[in-house]
C-alpha cells in the first residue's frame, strides 16, 4: 500500500479512532463532536453551514476509497462517516437557534450523542434504505440522515422542554 492510500485509510479511519474497541462508531462520534467543537467555537453560524457540507462531500469519495482498499462495503473502521455527521445534530442550535437546551450544553452534547448513536445503529427506515447507495455515498448519507433525524429530535424536545 502506497503513501497515499495509508494517508486515505488514516483520514476514513479517523486518524485512528476508527480501530478503537469496542465500537469504533463510538469513537468516531467522539472525533465528530470535537469536530463539531472545533468548528462552532471558531465559524460564524454560515461559514459552520458551509463547512458541514463541503466536508460531507469531501468525505464521500475518501470513503469510497477506503472500502476499495479494504475490500469491504461500509467497514466498521471507517468512521469519517460519523465525524462530518455529528455536527449535522446540532444545525437546529447553530443554525435557528432552536435549543434551550444550551442554556445546559451538557444536556444538549448528551443528548445528541445519545440520538445520534441510536439512530446510526438502529437505522430505522428510510436510513437503512440509504446505505444502499453505490461509491461511498451510502456510507455518509445514512449517516447524516442519522444526523438530521437527530437534530430533529433534540429541536423538538428543546421546544417543548
Known amino acids: 500500500m502506497n503513501l497515499r492510500d495509508r494517508a486515505v485509510l488514516f483520514v476514513a479511519e479517523g486518524f485512528g479512532s476508527g480501530r478503537l474497541k469496542p465500537g469504533p462508531g463510538t469513537w468516531g462520534t467522539f472525533v465528530g ?14 461559514a459552520w453551514a458551509a463547512a458541514v457540507v463541503v466536508t460531507t462531500f469531501l ?18 473502521s471507517v468512521v ?9 445534530c446540532f444545525a437546529g442550535a447553530v443554525l435557528f437557534h432552536v435549543a434551550p437546551l444550551a442554556q445546559f450544553p451538557w444536556v444538549l452534547w448528551a443528548a445528541v450523542f445519545v440520538g445520534f448513536r441510536f439512530f446510526d445503529i438502529v437505522k430505522p427506515p428510510p436510513i437503512r434504505q440509504l446505505q444502499d ?3 461511498g455515498w451510502g456510507v455518509v448519507v445514512d449517516d447524516v440522515a ?6 430533529v429530535v433534540v429541536s423538538l424536545v ?3 422542554g
Do not use: M, R, Y
Request: aromatic fraction near 8%; charged fraction near 15%.
Open 59 to 76: 468525505a464521500v469519495p475518501v470513503c469510497a476509497k477506503a472500502e476499495k482498499l479494504l475490500g469491504q462495503e461500509d467497514p466498521g
Open 158 to 160: 428543546s421546544l417543548i
Open 133 to 135: 447507495f453505490p461509491n
Open 146 to 151: 442519522a444526523a438530521i433525524a437527530t437534530a
Open 80 to 88: 469519517l462517516d460519523e465525524i462530518v455527521a455529528v455536527p449535522w
Open 33 to 46: 463532536l470535537a469536530w463539531h467543537a472545533l468548528l462552532v467555537g471558531l465559524l460564524p453560524p454560515w
